[in-house]
């Protein structure tokens, strides 16, 4: 007697402007993950939704965002990864697993969906390279070497062009990210591919 196939537990959409408060309250979720270092705290406040509802926005009208969310009725919003063209990379700006979903491949799920993405958009420019890139902390273990297990690499901001040396900048200066012990960086995955 065959088995059904089982469900797998997380399916992914494409978000719309009415998943923004869901996505926001997610993103605010796993944020909160850094009030456990002092260094970073600052980062859970009123300050950084702002921030936070400004990204969701920006990766909805310049790219796309992925959601996924739980198979299982009712669907429950698991996590977010938002990403658009910045240079000449997929930039991701950010992705966000609600604490409740954490260690179950909501982020790995959400990671592997934007690379493939970005697979898609090089051949459909007759790139041989794919290029996803981000920004993050080297010193928390969920973050910097996080994406390094991925295949993501340290990279000069100046290698990727004008936007990333921007938003380096702006992380730095404007919402003052860098604090002792812990600084952001820019990271990149590439991954040569046959044109289509």
Same mark, same amino acid.
């Given at each position: 007697?065959?088995?059904?196939?089982?469900?797998?537990?997380?399916?992914?959409?494409?978000?719309?402007?009415?998943?923004?408060?869901?996505?926001?309250?997610?993103?605010?979720?796993?944020?909160?993950?850094?009030?456990?270092?002092?260094? +970073?705290?600052?980062?859970?406040?009123?300050?950084?939704?702002?921030?936070?509802?400004?990204?969701?926005?920006?990766? !909805?009208?310049?790219?796309?965002?992925?959601?996924?969310?739980?198979?299982?009725?009712?669907?429950?919003?698991?996590?977010?990864?938002?990403?658009?063209?910045?240079?000449?990379? +997929?930039?991701?700006?950010?992705?966000?697993?609600?604490?409740?979903?954490?260690?179950?491949?909501?982020?790995?799920? !959400? !990671?592997?969906?934007?690379?493939?993405?970005? @697979?898609?958009?090089?051949?459909?420019?007759?790139?041989?390279?794919?290029?996803?890139? +981000?920004?993050?902390?080297?010193?928390?273990?969920?973050?910097?070497?996080?994406?390094?297990?991925?295949?993501?690499?340290?990279?000069?901001?100046?290698? +990727?062009?004008?936007?990333?040396?921007?938003?380096? @900048?702006?992380?730095?200066?404007? @919402?003052?990210?860098?604090?002792?012990?812990?600084?952001?960086?820019?990271?990149?995955?590439?991954?040569?591919?046959?044109?289509?």
């Amino acid at each position: 007697m065959a088995h059904p196939t089982p469900k797998p537990p997380f399916t992914l959409r494409s978000a719309t402007p009415d998943d923004i408060p869901t996505l926001c309250a997610i993103g605010k979720s796993a944020v909160s993950k850094f009030g456990s270092i002092p260094e +970073l705290a600052h980062l859970v406040g009123a300050s950084e939704d702002a921030a936070m509802l400004k990204k969701v926005e920006n990766s !909805l009208s310049r790219g796309r965002i992925f959601l996924a969310e739980s198979s299982s009725e009712p669907h429950e919003a698991a996590g977010f990864l938002g990403a658009f063209q910045m240079d000449s990379t +997929l930039y991701i700006s950010e992705i966000s697993v609600h604490p409740s979903f954490g260690g179950q491949g909501v982020g790995g799920m !959400l !990671l592997d969906a934007v690379l493939e993405w970005a @697979r898609e958009r090089a051949r459909e420019k007759g790139e041989t390279v794919a290029r996803a890139s +981000l920004t993050a902390y080297a010193e928390v273990p969920w973050n910097g070497p996080w994406y390094e297990r991925r295949g993501f690499r340290e990279v000069d901001a100046a290698t +990727l062009g004008p936007e990333h040396v921007e938003k380096m @900048r702006y992380d730095r200066e404007e @919402r003052d990210l860098n604090r002792p012990g812990y600084h952001r960086y820019c990271m990149l995955w590439e991954e040569r591919i046959d044109a289509a």
